[in-house]
Nanobody
Framework: QVQLVESGGGLVQAGISLRLSCAAS????????MGWFRQAPGKEREFVAT???????YYTDSVKGRFTISRENAKDTVYLQMNSLKPEDTAVYYC?????????????????WGQGTQVTVSS
């Protein structure tokens, strides 16, 4: 089993940056694909970014050029650097892990999930 714990969320003003972290335990995720999803109030959870264990990345269009996903395998930790935050980025952000290789963009492709961390961006 893999346990995932997100941290780094908070309340910030538009234009500010935040870095989310996702720490894994229970099993190393160095060979797992990792992803970030988010769920805004009243909306379905949506894909944000993913990274393979080899470092390939993919982003949803709305965050391209602003968000960067990265990983530190020695620490079993994945990050989401979020720059130029907008009010529409307000959501609970979830980290997820998948055992299969590839750029997973669907919730169903992930095996493990964290509890989420709230990000609120004020205008």
């Amino acid at each position: 089993q893999v346990q995932l714990v997100e941290s780094g969320g908070g309340l910030v003003q538009a234009g500010i940056s935040l870095r989310l972290s996702c720490a894994a335990s229970g099993r190393t995720v160095s060979r797992y694909g990792m992803g970030w999803f988010r769920q805004a109030p009243g909306k379905e959870r949506e894909f944000v970014a993913t990274i393979t264990w080899t470092g390939l990345t993919y982003y949803t269009d709305s965050v391209k050029g602003r968000f960067t996903i990265s990983r530190e395998n020695a620490k079993d930790t994945v990050y989401l650097q979020m720059n130029s935050l907008k009010p529409e980025d307000t959501a609970v952000y979830y980290c997820a892990a998948r055992g299969a290789y590839g750029l997973g963009r669907s919730e169903s492709q992930y095996d493990y999930w964290g509890q989420g961390t709230q990000v609120t961006v004020s205008s």
